[in-house]
Nanobody, 120 residues
Framework: VQLVESGGGLVQTGGSLRLSCTASGRAITVDRLGWFRQAPGKERTFVASIDWMGTSEYNIDSVKGRFTISRDNAKNTIYLQMNSLKPEDTAVYYC??????????????WGQGTQVTVSS
């Protein structure tokens, strides 16, 4: 199984980005997947998840109402639409398959991540 994240970049405060995570080697159709982020010097933190029915959860209060997770099973891809970005959103963003408790299932199979940098 391979996970490939993309879509990051450098934006100004208030800007938007749409991240993508494409899985290969495993169909995502019935799986829960999610996004994590890791800021410099900090631990990786769970951000959002989406189950096979499209039900989403957001772990960080500060992203609620600004970030939207979605999925396209036909493309084996999940997305994270990020609006009204803030400097504190600066991090490397990763995706993974999740268990029912939103813990990463493939702990040894993280992608390279995609860097999001928000300038003030």
């Amino acid at each position: 199984v391979q996970l490939v994240e993309s879509g990051g970049g450098l934006v100004q405060t208030g800007g938007s980005l749409r991240l993508s995570c494409t899985a290969s080697g495993r169909a995502i159709t019935v799986d829960r997947l999610g996004w994590f982020r890791q800021a410099p010097g900090k631990e990786r933190t769970f951000v959002a998840s989406i189950d096979w029915m499209g039900t989403s959860e957001y772990n960080i209060d500060s992203v609620k109402g600004r970030f939207t997770i979605s999925r396209d099973n036909a493309k084996n891809t999940i997305y994270l639409q990020m609006n009204s970005l803030k400097p504190e959103d600066t991090a490397v963003y990763y995706c993974n398959f999740l268990d029912i408790s939103n813990n990463p299932v493939l702990e040894d199979t993280w992608g390279q991540g995609t860097q999001v940098t928000v300038s003030s």
